[in-house]
């Protein structure tokens, strides 16, 4: 560009139509870069123009969102694909398809309305000859999906429908496997999901379809309820809460801990107080902020990221923490969201066209799709607002319950978590031995591991997340019942006799592998706790010490399970 100096005439006439560009308005603050020559007293100097993007505007905000549950639909995915024959297929410990037949009974013997009300599936439409197909054609179609979503960073609802259903379809038939809170808050993250996006446009930044503050509201409005679901059961469920020493025991005796979580549990007692009372400032003050104004809005955003990054940082809890981060995004606008897109890259050039024409006037007119979508937004406000009274009425009750949906499609849901922390942990060890006699001090007892809960002493609590070993963490559920409340670890005792190819893929070592079945197999229930660093234990390469409780359940055979099994209506494992 010549200077000012070369040609007075053409630059200042070039500065009153820059000054005077409606595509440029002064309200824009400095990012997209443009140089400019200005005269002062027959002084030349150039200075750079930058505009950034305007507050009060969420494009890139639901290009954030939009990756972020297909992140964790991936993540979802891949987990039942990995799992679910051996949980729920044809020979899994609870098969979905004798699930559906109890179903079927219980609606009349048809397939038809009250059976997908009761359990909304499309497997009821497929063939259930080959139920292991059927669960993993749906896993893999939502592994495909969401990995475009992720990789593109665009949707329509077309396809976030088709995701919420097809989770939808394994969630409701996954019986006991699938009982946990984070299955609900994914499925109602999920749904909003559907109203971020066009109807059929794949674009980033479809012109016709800015994302609906009413969808934006809807997100900050689940991150509400989450955090004083969580709260509120704290303070109401278990006292350690209120006088501060839950956190000694958290790390030691959560479901699945990690590496980090063994040297957290041994910080000093002010640091765990300091947690606690961090805890109650983050779940029951900080999401008022959301009420208050855009800057509070802001830093409960970045407040409540931060939390779950240090939840995922110390400990297992499955996907709950990184699904508990998405609705948070949602209390960013494109200002705040900007530095995570490329300065030069298309999405943040054409937010700047669009927020540039838009605030010159220049808005296309709504068309038919516009007014539609618009209506969309209201009705969504509007069901969101009629399904939330009974989860407002939980939160303010004494009586709260936790991970709890009040409608079948789950949704609008009431969460939480850890109400009650356990103070020590027990663990259920599997053993197994070739003994034709299983009394006597002779006989050897040899020990299964699980891919991730604690077992062997020395073997290094497991970093997994958000990756989820789902018998893993029953079997800490299980830990704290007796077998009678949970049959279903007979149920894996017995095919454990039985050298059983689907149980075993769900465990970490075999110590029968290769070698004859094992004869009997008992459930010892020991006392796990951390070893303490700088301890004799933890010299020798410990992570825990163990305390024997006693029997869990007592030595069983085939023979003996034959009639345990037929009252259950569980296959033989010998048959399989």
């Not at 609870?94 to 048809?110: A, E």
């Not at 994914?186 to 930044?205: A, K, R, V």
């Not at 902020?289 to 409540?304: A, E, H, K, P, S």
């Amino acid at each position: 560009m010549a200077s000012s100096s070369e040609n007075p005439e053409n630059t200042e006439s070039f500065l009153r139509k820059r000054r005077g560009n409606p595509l440029v308005p002064e309200s824009l603050s400095h990012d997209s870069c443009s140089e400019t020559a200005q005269d002062e007293d027959k002084t030349n100097y150039e200075k750079k123009v930058c505009v950034s993007p305007q507050t009060g505007t969420y494009w890139l905000t639901r290009i954030a969102l939009l990756r972020a549950i297909a992140f964790i639909y991936f993540v979802a995915f891949t987990v039942a694909y990995d799992q679910n024959k051996q949980l729920i297929g044809g020979k899994g410990l609870m098969p979905c398809q004798d699930y559906l037949r109890s179903v079927k009974r219980y609606v009349g013997g048809k397939i038809g309305g009250a059976a997908l009300a009761y359990t909304p599936s499309l497997l009821w439409l497929m063939d259930w000859t080959d139920m292991d197909a059927n669960l993993d054609g749906i896993a893999l179609a939502g592994m495909a999906l969401s990995g475009f979503v992720l990789v593109m960073g665009s949707a329509n609802m077309i396809i976030m429908g088709t995701l919420w259903i097809l989770y939808h379809s394994i969630v409701n038939v996954g019986q006991l496997w699938y009982s946990f809170g984070w299955e609900s808050q994914l499925l109602e993250t999920g749904f909003l999901g559907i109203f971020l996006c066009p109807l059929w446009s794949l674009s980033q930044m479809p012109r016709l379809s800015p994302p609906s503050l009413i969808s934006i509201w809807t997100f900050r409005w689940l991150i509400v309820r989450i955090m004083l679901g969580a709260g509120l059961i704290k303070i109401r469920g278990d006292r350690c809460w209120t006088d501060l020493t839950c956190m000694d025991y958290h790390y030691e005796t959560q479901p699945v801990p990690n590496p980090v979580s063994y040297y957290m549990h041994h910080s000093p007692w002010w640091i765990h107080r300091f947690e606690t009372l961090s805890n109650h400032f983050i779940e029951l003050v900080v999401p008022f902020f959301t009420f208050m104004g855009r800057r509070m809005c802001l830093v409960n955003g970045v407040l409540q990221i931060l939390f779950q990054a240090v939840l995922i940082i110390s400990g297992n809890l499955s996907f709950l923490n990184w699904l508990t981060i998405v609705p948070s995004l949602a209390c960013f606008d494109d200002a705040a969201l900007a530095f995570l897109f490329r300065r030069s890259g298309a999405a943040r050039q054409t937010l700047l066209k669009i927020q540039s024409e838009d605030t010159a006037g220049h808005t296309p007119p709504a068309t038919k799709g516009v007014l539609i979508r618009r209506v969309l937004s209201v009705s969504l406000g509007l069901l969101i607002a009629y399904l939330s009274v009974p989860v407002v009425m939980n939160l303010l009750s004494s009586r709260q319950v936790m991970n709890t949906s009040f409608d079948p499609l789950r949704i609008v849901n009431t969460y939480g978590a850890f109400g009650s922390i356990t103070k020590e942990r027990t663990e259920v060890v599997f053993q197994g031995t070739m003994s034709v006699n299983h009394t006597g001090e002779e006989v050897i007892w040899e020990e299964y591991e699980f891919l991730c809960k604690p077992g062997a002493l020395d073997r290094r609590p497991c970093l997994i997340s958000p990756y989820h070993y789902r018998l893993d963490w029953l079997m800490w559920f299980a830990a704290l019942q007796t077998y009678e409340q949970s049959e279903w670890v007979i149920h894996i005792a017995g095919r454990l006799l039985a050298n059983d190819s689907t149980v075993l893929s769900l465990m970490a070592h075999n110590p029968f592998q290769d070698r004859e079945k094992p004869r009997w197999i008992r459930g010892e229930h020991f006392r796990y706790k951390f070893t303490r660093p700088g301890s004799v234990g933890a010299a020798q390469g410990k992570w825990w010490i163990r305390k024997r409780i006693g029997p869990y359940f007592p030595p069983v055979n085939l023979d003996g399970l034959r009639n345990y099994f037929q009252s259950r209506n569980w296959p033989l494992p010998h048959t399989h």
